[in-house]
């Protein structure tokens, strides 16, 4: 009995020291240097230009405090092209991507602000950069309609969904590296949602092909 004891205590002990050593540390937003949002997303690219049109993009539907809790950074902008088509696109980075923190999806911000969401598809967004998966939503509220296109990233890696996002944060969490994340969101004020797809899809094209190799991997995984 009093060997068993010892053993199960000996078992706890190893345990919480393993629970200590194996707890990531580094943060992998230490490694960025200078990624910073309003400077490495351009305001003018391809044949697209930042404007003000009075339109608000939804940045998050939470309290502001929560926001400054979740982000680290956010960017907000409206860009329209030189066929005055308009894309809105918003870029919410945090550096703590830790189980205790995490990105809020479109899903959830925007019912959260009185939109209806169709059900969201996968697909892939083929650029000259590459491949990037991305999930595919149309948010309603009275005559609103719009149409969203956006990807997350955990770490360097465009995540799809809870589990695949569950297993890259573990598996950063056994390299001892607590990854950033960041969600890239385009949507566009448009009733006829595959219209405003191609459209948001020949934006993020335009786009990721003015980034840095180095940001373009931050923000697209590619």
Same mark, same amino acid.
């Given at each position: 009995?009093?060997?068993?004891?010892?053993?199960?205590?000996?078992?706890?002990?190893?345990?919480?020291?393993?629970?200590?050593?194996?707890?990531?540390?580094?943060?992998?937003?230490?490694?960025?240097?200078?990624?910073?949002?309003?400077?490495?997303?351009?305001?003018?690219?391809?044949?697209?230009?930042?404007?003000?049109?009075?339109?608000?993009?939804?940045?998050?539907?939470?309290?502001?405090?929560?926001?400054?809790?979740?982000?680290?950074?956010?960017?907000?902008?409206?860009?329209?092209?030189?066929?005055?088509?308009?894309?809105?696109?918003?870029?919410?980075?945090?550096? !703590?991507? @830790?189980? +205790?923190? *995490?990105?809020?999806?479109?899903?959830?911000?925007?019912?959260?602000? /009185?939109?209806?969401?169709? #059900?969201?598809?996968?697909? !892939?967004? @083929?650029? +000259?950069? *590459?491949?990037?998966?991305?999930?595919?939503?149309?948010?309603?509220? /009275?005559?609103?309609?719009? #149409?969203?296109?956006?990807?997350?990233?955990?770490?360097?890696?465009?995540?799809?969904?809870?589990?695949?996002?569950?297993?890259?944060?573990?598996?950063?969490?056994?390299?001892?590296?607590?990854?950033?994340?960041?969600?890239?969101?385009?949507?566009?004020?448009?009733?006829?949602?595959?219209?405003?797809?191609?459209?948001?899809?020949?934006?993020?094209?335009?786009?990721?092909?003015?980034?840095?190799?180095?940001?373009?991997?931050?923000?697209?995984?590619?």
């Amino acid at each position: 009995m009093v060997l068993k004891k010892i053993i199960l205590m000996l078992l706890m002990i190893f345990a919480a020291i393993a629970a200590i050593n194996l707890r990531p540390t580094h943060k992998m937003a230490s490694d960025r240097q200078g990624f910073v949002l309003e400077q490495i997303i351009p305001k003018q690219f391809g044949s697209w230009k930042e404007i003000d049109t009075g339109i608000k993009p939804i940045v998050n539907p939470h309290l502001e405090s929560l926001i400054h809790k979740i982000y680290n950074q956010t960017l907000s902008r409206t860009y329209m092209n030189d066929k005055d088509e308009i894309v809105m696109l918003v870029i919410a980075y945090g550096e !703590d991507q @830790s189980d +205790s923190t *995490g990105l809020h999806y479109p899903e959830v911000c925007y019912p959260a602000q /009185g939109f209806q969401i169709s #059900p969201w598809k996968t697909g !892939d967004l @083929s650029t +000259s950069k *590459g491949t990037v998966k991305v999930k595919r939503l149309v948010g309603t509220m /009275g005559p609103r309609v719009e #149409p969203i296109t956006y990807w997350t990233t955990i770490g360097n890696k465009v995540v799809i969904g809870n589990k695949e996002t569950k297993l890259e944060k573990l598996n950063y969490g056994l390299h001892g590296v607590i990854p950033d994340g960041l969600l890239f969101r385009t949507s566009s004020i448009n009733t006829d949602p595959e219209l405003a797809f191609k459209k948001q899809n020949a934006f993020i094209n335009d786009l990721l092909a003015a980034l840095s190799p180095n940001d373009l991997k931050s923000i697209a995984g590619l």
